[in-house]
Nanobody, 125 residues
Framework: QVQLVESGGGVVQAGGSLRLSCAASERTFSSFDMGWFRQAPGKAREFVSTIRWSGNTYYTNSVKGRFTISRDNAKNTVYLQMNSLKSEDTAVYYC???????????????????WGQGTQVTVSS
């Protein structure tokens, strides 16, 4: 069982920055594909970004150029650096992990085996 714990959420003004962290309990973290999703009030959870075990990254169009996903395998942690935040980025952000390798890209929820509890990000305008 892999436990994922997110942190770093909060309230920030539009145009500001936040860095989310997601710490995994598993030592084989380096072999995981990791993803970030978000869920705004009244909306379905949506894909934000993923980083593969190889280090390859992918972003949804609305965050390209503003968000950066990265990982530190020595710390079993994945990060989401969020810059130029907008009010529409307000959501609960979740990290997710897939523990088995696949040729698919992790842009959908069913791709992942484990989820964190979420961290609230609120962007005030």
């Amino acid at each position: 069982q892999v436990q994922l714990v997110e942190s770093g959420g909060g309230v920030v003004q539009a145009g500001g920055s936040l860095r989310l962290s997601c710490a995994a309990s598993e030592r084989t973290f380096s072999s995981f594909d990791m993803g970030w999703f978000r869920q705004a009030p009244g909306k379905a959870r949506e894909f934000v970004s993923t980083i593969r075990w190889s280090g390859n990254t992918y972003y949804t169009n609305s965050v390209k150029g503003r968000f950066t996903i990265s990982r530190d395998n020595a710390k079993n942690t994945v990060y989401l650096q969020m810059n130029s935040l907008k009010s529409e980025d307000t959501a609960v952000y979740y990290c997710a992990a897939r523990t088995t390798r696949t040729g698919l890209l992790g842009t959908f929820e069913d791709f992942y085996d484990y989820w964190g509890q979420g961290t609230q990000v609120t962007v005030s305008s």
